[in-house]
């Protein structure tokens, strides 16, 4: 019977031994946790990665930092997230235009969003508010599309950029219904509503949290949203869909982890940052900035990803899209 004793005694501690070594019994994180946003400083990636990661903190007991590597469509954030240390410390923090736009528009890349990265979860989701300068004669969505078949090229639009949601999003629209819009590209959000306020351009595609005061000051005329529901801020206006013109979606930022990244330390912060979206707090923080928290298996982000990279490829071939 002693015997026996000496050979469980013996498996046991050659089994903790072994477990000892595996990601998933090392205490993770172990340090500070670095969350790489591809947007600058005050974008509303970088405010919602920062309220997120505020909460995140106090469930890892680690501090969360952020650090911004805005530039070349987000290329650049993405990269240095792609080359760095696959031990679940070092996040991206991406909306998804890096992840399935920007590698269709730049040639030699130097990062592979499937290859080079492991998904870990769908963040969130919002919608895009398509809003028109009071002077322009379009009461509703109808009324733009037949105004701009009427006068190919006359109607611009605005967009924070070449390959940004609003650019692509509206290129979507165009490709779908066959109208000939002109593109304005501005360096940033802000400066695209001063330009649609003035009327320099006709209609603009936003985050609705960017022209919402505006909207209900009279100052703009919204049109219609993105995606298949109303928006409560909003509710007389009508989705695209409802307009007659489907498919046009919304758009998503996810958490990425560098490809390599242990399966465990993936689960564990799948599971730590869905239980944060799903606090009252951070719920109501997205919600006021017009977005839906979201949530779900690492699997589901990477058919999400997979699904969209083949869409996006073929708008950018078709309309021509190159980085500004």
């Known amino acids: 019977m002693q015997a026996l004793y000496r050979v469980i005694a013996l498996v046991v501690c050659v089994a903790a031994a072994m477990s000892a070594g595996t990601p998933a019994a090392q205490d993770f994180p172990s340090k500070p946790v670095r969350m790489i ?17 505020d909460r995140l903190a106090t469930l890892f007991g680690r501090a969360v930092f952020v650090d911004n590597k805005p530039g070349a469509n987000g290329a650049i954030g993405m990269e240095a997230g792609a080359r760095s240390e696959p031990d679940g410390h070092t996040l991206v923090f991406s909306s ?25 979860i769908l963040v969130y989701r919002f919608p895009l508010l398509l809003t028109a300068h009071p002077g322009l004669q379009a009461e509703s969505l109808s009324d733009l ?20 949601p609003p650019h692509v999003f509206t ?27 003035s009327g320099d351009v006709g209609i603009s595609l936003d985050a609705p949290s960017q022209v919402l005061s505006h909207v209900r000051a009279g100052k703009l005329k919204p049109l219609a949203v993105t995606g298949e529901q109303r928006i409560a801020a909003l509710p007389d206006t009508p989705t695209f869909s409802e307009s007659g013109v489907p498919g046009i979606g919304v758009t998503w930022t996810a958490v990425l982890a560098p490809a390599g990244t242990p399966r465990e330390r993936i689960l564990r912060l799948n599971s730590t940052i869905g239980r944060t979206l799903e606090s009252p707090e951070l719920r109501a923080a997205y919600e006021k900035a017009g977005v839906t928290p979201w949530g779900g298996t690492p699997e589901d982000l990477a058919r999400l990803i997979a699904e969209e990279i083949p869409r996006w490829r073929e ?4 309309a021509g899209i190159r980085p500004g």
């Open 37 to 53: 946003v591809p947007s600058p400083a005050g974008s509303p990636p970088d405010l919602r990665a920062r309220e997120l990661g």
């Open 96 to 120: 998804f235009t890096p992840v399935t736009v920007t590698p269709s528009m730049v040639e030699h890349l130097a990062y592979d969003p499937v290859r080079d990265f492991s998904p870990v």
């Open 145 to 164: 599309i037949r105004l701009a078949k009427a006068r190919p090229g006359v109607v611009l639009y605005g967009s924070a950029g070449n390959g940004t």
């Open 171 to 197: 290129e979507l629209f165009k490709f779908n219904t066959g109208l000939d819009i002109g593109h304005v590209p501005y360096k940033g959000g802000p400066a695209v509503t001063l330009a649609l306020l």
């Open 315 to 318: 708008l950018v071939k078709k």
